[in-house]
Structures are given as C-alpha cells and as structure tokens.
C-alpha cells in the first residue's frame, strides 16, 4: 500500500478506535506525512512496508540538522511509532522499524507553580462587585480545588457538578471521564455565583444552557477568556510571575505531592493517562524541598 492510502487509513483509526482529539489527530497526520515525504523524495520509498530502520536513522538525522528541538523530535517520534503500530495491527507491515531507536534526551520542564499564598491573593484581589466578579472567583477557586485543563473548565456543566456528594464529574482528554472531588469552599463560590450573577443573566444560549461558567452573552466561556481571567487577576495581586490557567493545575498537583499525597491519586484526579507523566511533580517536590533546606537550615552549605 502506498503512503497516501495508509496515512487515511490511520487517520480513521485514530479517529474512530482511538476516539483523539482533532488536534491530536493533526499533529499525528502531520508527522507522518512529513515522514512520508521524506522517504518518497529522498529515499524513493513509494511504500511505508519497504521502510527499515536506518532510513528512519536518516530521517532523524535530517530533522536534528534542521536545528528541531530535541523535545519536537521526540513528539515527531512518538507519532511515527504510533503508526508503525497501526501498520503492524492491519498486517501491513510485520515488523516496527522505530522499535530499538532511542528518542532524543529531552530536559523536563518544570512549570511555574503559585504558593497557596499566592493563589489566595489572586482570588481575593478580584472585584466583587464587578459584574462577572463572584463568577471569577468560582471560576479560579474550581481552578485550585480540582486541577482542571481549561477546556474541562470551559465544558463543565451544571448536571456534571454534585453539591451533595462534593464531586464533579469530568470528562477529559479523548472523551476519559474521572471523578474529581471538589472543596467546600469551591462549592460554596459556584452556588453564589449560581443564585447571583447567573441566575440574573437575562439571556442564556440554548446551547449552553447547561454550562456552569458563561460569558455575559449568555454562552460558553473561551479559553482566551480564562487566560484574561487569571491574568487580569495576577496582575491585581502584583503577581510577576508567567502564569496561565495551566499554572493552577500544576499548583494543585505540586500541593498535594508536598502534602504526601499518593501518586497514583494524583495521577487520577489530573486524568493522566500515565503515572510517568505525574512523576514530574516528584521533581517539583525535591526542588522545593532543596530550596526549603537552603533557605532555613542553619547547615545550608553542607547540602550543596
């Protein structure tokens, strides 16, 4: 089968058995087009069946001389892994020529995370009386409480939020759902918000009707939105640090890390696909508690 044929037929799978979203599915497509390309017009491989693995030596060998981050080259990677993978599950290919090729050595980043000081000055430096103010404030205490993506926050719904039972209901990356529990205090924001500046919206868009957080044209909030939200709200609290929706999500994690939460349960209430992925918050600790030790010990040096 040539490229064209089967770069369509993983893209259907992606989409239909793998249920990721359109933005996963472009940066797949797009790598292994990309790939496709190359072994076309340099290597005349008219077929993905005919690729071994020092073409793919070759191919990342070109994409490091292309001056691409080693952290683009090993997502690039893992996009042509995945669909070797599908090759071999449609008995296209038998055998994975990514298999024993090691993926460029990629320095972890470690987001900017707030201090609970912080956050609590985000919140209370936000206007009240504004009309979308008690809005605001449910939106950042849900935010902290919960470790929420922003487009989970976005697409919360009102029938996804129990009042009763302390938990909401959220649905993830590639449609996942997980239960997350929420804090009494953010309960408490959502139900003023909800009595107050919602309940008085003269127009709400029949499409969002069951959306918690809306614009104050009745509809969904955008992403931009919250990002505005959070800055406006550092800013007010003469916070310098680059921060962003994404920084609250890091924060509940690294807080809960700190407080000797188990990993795995972290790792449930963020909706990681992987532990792996929550082990960076490991890191953020040992920084935090080096730090700590530098700061206060009075054989600070010694640690060094």
């Known amino acids: 089968m040539d490229w064209d044929s089967t770069i369509k037929g993983y893209i259907a799978y992606l989409k239909l058995e793998k249920g990721h979203s359109a933005h996963s599915i472009d940066a797949y497509s797009r790598d292994v087009r990309r790939l496709g390309k190359f072994m076309f017009d340099e290597k005349n491989i008219k077929s993905p069946a005919s690729v071994q693995q020092d073409h793919i030596n070759d191919y990342l060998r070109l994409l490091n001389e292309m001056d691409i981050s080693a952290r683009s080259q090993a997502r690039m990677l893992s ?35 707030l201090s609970y000081e912080e956050i609590r000055r985000m919140i ?59 804090s009494r205090e953010a309960l408490r ?35 931009v939105m919250i990002f505005t939200i959070i800055r406006n709200a550092a800013e007010a609290a003469g916070i310098t640090k680059t921060i962003s929706p994404h920084s609250f999500r890091h924060s509940f994690a690294t807080h809960l890390v700190e407080g000797g939460a188990d990993l795995r349960a972290v ?28 700061s206060f010990h009075p054989l600070s040096k010694g640690f060094e």
């Open 189 to 223: 924001h959502i139900q003023l918000y909800l009595e107050g500046d919602r309940n008085r919206m003269m127009h709400i868009d029949k499409a969002s009707n069951d959306i918690l957080f809306l614009n104050r044209r009745g509809k969904k909030l955008s992403r």
């Open 79 to 113: 996009g042509v892994r995945s669909f070797f993978q599908y090759l071999i599950l449609e008995n296209i290919v038998a055998s994975d020529p990514t298999e024993l090729i090691e993926g460029p050595k990629t320095n972890r980043y470690l987001p900017e995370v």
């Open 267 to 294: 790792q449930e209430m963020l909706g990681h696909a992987s532990v792996t992925t929550t082990e960076i918050y490991t890191h953020l600790t040992t920084d935090y508690l080096r730090e700590t030790i530098h």
């Open 124 to 182: 209370e430096a936000i206007d009240r009386s504004h009309p979308q103010g008690t809005r605001n404030v449910a939106i950042l205490e849900t935010l902290y409480a919960c470790g929420l993506r922003v487009s989970e926050l976005t697409g919360l719904r009102l029938s996804q939020v129990s009042f009763e039972h302390e938990y909401i209901h959220v649905l993830g990356k590639n449609n996942k759902e997980r239960l997350v529990p929420i």
